[in-house]
């Protein structure tokens, strides 16, 4: 890359991502997973709630500890339809008459 535009191009380009917190590193892994940890690397510089998810996942399957108990209640605690007084109760019907 002799050009002097394309160096300065690029150089601005990691600029720009070292701007957003983006880092560049070389690992070491297998020729079959290139395509899953590239697409792995661009889902968590999303840094949506999805890719809090994957890394949580991931840390979880990489460290061997089990899922943490009460992960449902929290989540139905965190829920915006936390005190809004819902009656959810139904009348009671008996139903049809079947002929057997």
Do not use: H, W
């Not at 990691?14 to 661009?42: M, P, V, Y």
């Amino acid at each position: 890359m002799s050009n002097s535009a394309q160096k300065r191009a690029l150089e601005n380009y990691r600029s720009r991502l070292t701007k957003r917190g983006i880092a560049r590193f070389e690992i070491q892994a297998l020729d079959a997973d290139r395509d899953l940890l590239r697409s792995l690397a661009r889902k968590l510089t999303e840094d949506g709630p999805e890719a809090g998810q994957l890394r949580r996942t991931i840390r979880q399957a990489v460290a061997g500890e089990p899922p943490k108990a009460g992960g449902i209640l929290a989540a139905l605690r965190r829920s915006p339809m936390v005190g809004a007084d819902l009656d959810l109760s139904r009348p009671r019907e008996e139903g049809r008459e079947v002929d057997l």
